[in-house]
């Protein structure tokens, strides 16, 4: 089946008691058993609910791992809860490679967190593949990637440092949230589990938070699961009903929100008020190629400096009527916001630190025309 029929239909059969085409809201803690340790698959919901499952197979189905390959998902509360599960499978000592352009939320786990209980993290740039390489030291366990990079669109080749993550023997994670399986699936270039944040564009109206792992690696997967069950951050059932009503719509909401992106992008790039736009689709941006190999489109996230420096982002950011002014991305509606300020105020100060004056927009599925106007307007 082809990405958008398994979208709908992988994990998500018509309910074999009712009939029912959508999936049911398991509204339960626990289940009656036949008799003491034997049930029908489900006995606590933590451990699993039948809701959940089928979120997770969807999931798994769509980032390519084949039914009955042993590889599968892992649905969780939050991205952050994602990460966190990846942060379980290491070992006091053991050192984490970051990029230096990574979500705020995900340095701050890994450096704030982690480090200060005795865990080592460095960052590295992922699209020079030498400082990569040089960055990896004997104790890495660990290698992660986001790309897009966030919030600065940069775009890293996700095969060649697979590569370099299994000459040193790490775990090879790759966060997917602004591509989505629907334009790229690092499992097919090499990274042994991939991250969502589900809250984006999976959900796709910005009404559920959650996360996703997901591997081909059946040891991997199993580990993971032992420690979300031991550890506890799960979704809830109506939380994954909401995720996959979203799933049904995501390639034909990405398709209309990477048409958009185009649009606006080539827009800013020619405007005289704009110093710099950050799309992955112009062709000047310096990760094109790349990105035009390992992904079928490039994305509906755009980062652009403005000439008037901070005082104009803030207003550009204040000003738009269409764009709301809020932290996160993946919406139907489009968002605004300046990272510095607002979901990347934990890197100042870092090796990761994001100009005082980026503007970040998460564009939506409105009307192209009507956000051109809006950003027209807000700009002066």
Request: hydrophobic letters at 40%.
């Amino acid at each position: 089946m082809r990405f958008e029929t398994r979208a709908i239909h992988a994990g998500q059969d018509p309910d074999p008691t009712t009939g029912a085409v959508v999936v049911p809201i398991y509204a339960t803690s626990t289940y009656a058993q036949d008799a003491p340790g034997k049930h029908a698959g489900y006995e606590y919901s933590r451990t699993d609910n039948p809701t959940r499952t089928a979120l997770q197979d969807a999931l798994a189905s769509l980032e390519g791992v084949a039914e009955g390959s042993g590889g599968g998902s892992v649905a969780t509360s939050s991205g952050m809860a994602a990460a966190a599960l990846m942060g379980y499978l290491l070992g006091a000592g053991d050192h984490v490679l970051l990029p230096n352009d990574a979500y705020g939320g995900t340095f701050r786990f890994f450096a704030r967190v982690l480090g200060e209980q005795g865990f080592e993290w460095s960052v590295a740039d992922p699209t020079d593949l030498d400082a990569v390489q040089a960055a990896v030291r004997p104790n890495t366990r660990l290698m992660w990637l986001e790309t897009p990079t966030n919030p600065m669109l940069r775009v890293a080749d996700i095969a060649a440092i697979g590569e370099v993550a299994k000459d040193a023997g790490a775990v090879f994670c790759v966060d997917n949230t602004f591509a989505t399986p629907y334009l790229q699936r690092p499992l097919d270039h090499g990274a042994d589990v991939v991250l969502h944040s589900t809250t984006k564009y999976l959900g796709g109206h910005s009404d559920v938070v959650g996360g996703a792992l997901v591997t081909r690696d059946a040891g991997l997967l199993e580990r993971l699961r032992f420690l979300q069950n031991a550890a506890g951050p799960v979704p809830g059932p109506f939380d994954a009903f909401l995720t996959l009503r979203g799933l049904k719509t995501l390639g034909v909401r990405m398709d209309r929100h990477c048409d958009n992106a185009i649009r606006i992008s080539e827009w800013l790039e020619a405007d005289d008020r704009i110093d710099e736009v950050m799309y992955p689709g112009l062709a000047d941006h310096p990760d094109h190629a790349i990105a035009h190999r390992q992904m079928d489109r490039f994305g509906a996230m755009i980062s652009f400096l403005p000439a008037g420096g901070v005082e104009t982002a803030h207003r550009t950011a204040e000003n738009t009527e269409l764009f709301f002014l809020a932290e996160s991305l993946g919406g139907v509606e489009s968002l605004i916001e300046v990272p510095a300020a607002m979901t990347h105020t934990s890197v100042v100060g870092t090796d990761l630190e994001v100009p005082e004056d980026l503007v970040r927009l998460s564009v939506g599925i409105e009307h192209v025309d009507d956000l051109i106007e809006d950003l027209d307007r807000a700009l002066g």
